[in-house]
C-alpha cells in the first residue's frame, strides 16, 4: 500500500518537473525572440552572402548640350559589385566667341562638380540601362567680369578681337579664377544607354535634367540636357578570398 502511494508520488513529482522545465523552455525562447527583434537593425545592413563581391575603378569623359548650352567635363569612380558606381565629376563650358562686329557682353560661364552615384542593375549585358545623378555645386561667372571683358573703359586693359578689352588687374577684384559669381546647390539625375565596347571601356548616351536651389540660383543653371560619353578603367574584379591559416 505505502509502496503503491509512494510510486505516484515519485509520478506526481516527475510530471511537475517536466511542466516547470518546458515552461521555462518556453521562456527562454521568448525571450531570445525578444532579443533577437532588439537588436540594431541598419538600412544598408549587410546580411550574409550579400557583402562585397567585385570592385572597380574607372575615369572617362563626358560632354552635356541642350538647355545649358555645351558643357563637357571628367568623371572618376569607384565600383561595387558591378551595379554602383561613387565617385566625383565636373562639367564647366567654355566662353562662346563673341562677333568682332558686336560689343557684347558675353555669356558668363558655368561650372558643375560634385558627388556622382550611378546604379546598373545589369552592367554585364552588351547593351544596358544606367542610372546616374550627381549632386554639388553650381558656380557662374562673376557678371561684373564679364562687362570688363567687353568693355575698355578701366586701364589698364588688355585688347580683345573685334576692339574689346578688360582689365588685366583681375586680382584685385577679387575674380582669380573667374567662378566668383553666383553659386547654388544642384541635383542632376538622369538615364543613360551603355555600350560595352571591349573589356575596359564603354560607350554611353543618355538624358538628364539639372535642378538648383538656393538663394542665388538663376534659370540658366536649370535646364534638360543630353549627354554622351566614355568610360575606361577596371570593371567587376572579383575580391579574392583570403586563404585560412592552418
Known amino acids: 500500500m505505502f509502496k503503491r502511494l509512494y510510486s505516484i508520488r515519485q509520478l506526481i513529482l516527475f510530471i511537475i518537473s517536466a511542466l516547470i522545465f518546458s515552461a521555462n523552455a518556453q521562456e527562454t525562447a521568448k525571450l531570445s525572440k525578444t532579443d533577437s527583434s532588439s537588436q540594431l537593425k541598419t538600412l544598408f545592413q549587410i546580411k550574409k552572402g550579400n557583402g562585397l563581391k567585385s570592385w572597380g575603378i574607372t575615369a572617362g569623359p563626358w560632354v552635356q548640350f541642350g538647355q545649358l548650352g555645351t558643357q563637357s567635363g571628367m568623371n572618376f569612380a569607384v565600383h561595387v559589385n558591378n551595379k554602383w558606381a561613387i565617385g566625383a565629376g565636373f562639367l564647366g563650358n567654355m566662353r562662346p566667341k563673341q562677333d568682332p562686329n558686336i560689343n557684347t557682353v558675353p555669356a558668363p560661364r558655368q561650372s558643375f562638380s560634385g558627388l556622382t552615384i550611378e546604379y546598373t542593375p545589369k552592367a554585364n549585358s552588351l547593351i544596358h540601362v544606367s542610372f546616374p545623378v550627381m549632386i554639388g555645386s553650381i558656380r557662374q561667372e562673376n557678371p561684373d567680369m564679364m562687362y570688363m571683358m567687353a568693355t575698355p573703359t578701366s586701364l589698364p586693359y588688355y585688347p580683345q578681337p573685334g576692339g574689346m578689352g578688360g582689365r588685366m588687374d583681375h586680382d584685385r ?74
Open 173 to 246: 577684384d577679387d575674380f582669380y579664377g573667374g567662378f566668383n559669381g553666383p553659386s547654388a546647390f544642384g541635383i542632376q539625375p538622369g538615364i543613360n544607354l551603355e555600350l560595352n565596347v571591349f573589356k575596359y571601356g564603354k560607350l554611353f548616351a543618355g538624358l538628364n535634367y539639372r535642378a538648383a536651389f538656393g538663394q542665388n540660383s538663376t534659370s540658366d543653371m536649370k535646364g534638360f540636357s543630353g549627354q554622351v560619353g566614355a568610360t575606361f578603367g577596371l570593371f567587376d574584379k572579383a575580391f579574392k578570398a583570403r586563404s585560412k591559416k592552418k
